[in-house]
């Protein structure tokens, strides 16, 4: 009896799928009209992972005579890349491609649930009861784009901090550097 034991982590299923192993199989995928030739990894193509592909419009589609559904690192990647990537809002076509460069991408897929949870909770984010960790990954997503910052004030902060070998968290608890 082959035994599975599957771990989600952003859509792809991994861990060990059976005894054999899966060393032999390649990606089960047709990249552009190209069936992949890479060695098939634990991610599997789920169905949530077929709808990602299909929003992104990549050009991926799995080859039905394939008899698993393994893909490879590569495919993995370039989905979860897709996945995480940031859409420019239309209204803001006067700001120049760098800005979005300098703007560190966060994969909150990649985060426990709890962890979410815990975000939410602290910041109050509103959500209606039940989601999944996607959803729930979207509405932080969403929230923490919408933060406002002020650069300036962050960077001044910052360079107080480094030259006083300070700490936020002593501030807040009333302990100031000198006097350590």
Not at 56 to 65: A, C, G, S, V, Y
Not at 120 to 148: C, E, M, W
């Amino acid at each position: 009896m082959i035994q599975r034991e599957y771990q989600m982590n952003n859509g792809f299923s991994t861990g060990e799928e059976d005894s054999r192993g899966n060393s032999d199989q390649i990606c089960c995928l047709v990249d552009d009209g190209d069936r992949c030739r890479r060695p098939a990894g634990n991610a599997s193509y789920s169905k949530r992972v077929q709808k990602t592909v299909a929003q992104r419009r990549l050009k991926l589609n799995i080859d039905h005579q394939a008899r698993h559904t393994y893909i490879c690192d590569y495919h993995k990647n370039m989905i979860q890349c897709a996945r995480t990537k940031q859409r420019r809002p239309k209204d803001s076509e006067d700001d120049s491609n760098e800005a979005d460069m300098d703007c560190p991408e966060i994969d909150w897929y990649q985060l426990q649930v709890n962890t979410l949870r815990r975000y939410k909770r602290h910041y109050k984010v509103p959500t209606r009861p039940g989601l999944n960790k996607a959803q729930l990954a979207d509405a932080i997503q969403k929230h923490f784009k919408s933060l406002p910052v002020n650069e300036k004030e962050i960077m001044t902060y910052f360079i107080y901090m480094v030259k006083t070998n300070g700490n936020k968290l002593d501030q807040k608890n009333g302990i100031n550097s000198d006097s350590v």
